[in-house]
Nanobody, 119 residues
């Protein structure tokens, strides 16, 4: 069984920063890619940032230049550094892992961590 646990969310003021973490545990055979998603109340889920095992990253236009995704495969932990936060960044952020468990490719998703940006 694979578990993903997000942390690092909180309440911040506009312009401040947060660093989210996503820690994976369990019988993981291989990891292909990881992505951060967010969902605000009444809105559809959107991809925020992704990173492949090879290190290729991609970002949603609203967060380009402000957010940075990174990975520490030794710790099975992924990060999302969020700078210059805006009220529109308020959402539940969760991580999604594309991985292999006992030779079977599957996806795993965490429960999420709340980010609230408000003055």
């Amino acid at each position: 069984q694979v578990q993903l646990v997000e942390s690092g969310g909180g309440l911040v003021q506009p312009g401040e920063s947060l660093r989210l973490s996503c820690a994976a545990s369990g019988s993981i055979s291989d990891i292909y890619s990881m992505a951060w998603y967010r969902q605000a109340p009444g809105k559809q889920r959107e991809l925020v940032a992704g990173i492949t095992r090879g290190g290729t990253t991609n970002y949603a236009d609203p967060v380009k230049g402000r957010f940075t995704i990174s990975a520490d495969y030794g710790k099975k932990t992924w990060y999302l550094q969020m700078n210059s936060l805006k009220p529109e960044d308020t959402a539940l952020y969760y991580c999604n892992l594309d991985l292999s468990v006992s030779g079977t490719r599957r996806a795993a998703r965490g429960q999420g961590t709340q980010v609230t940006v408000s003055s």
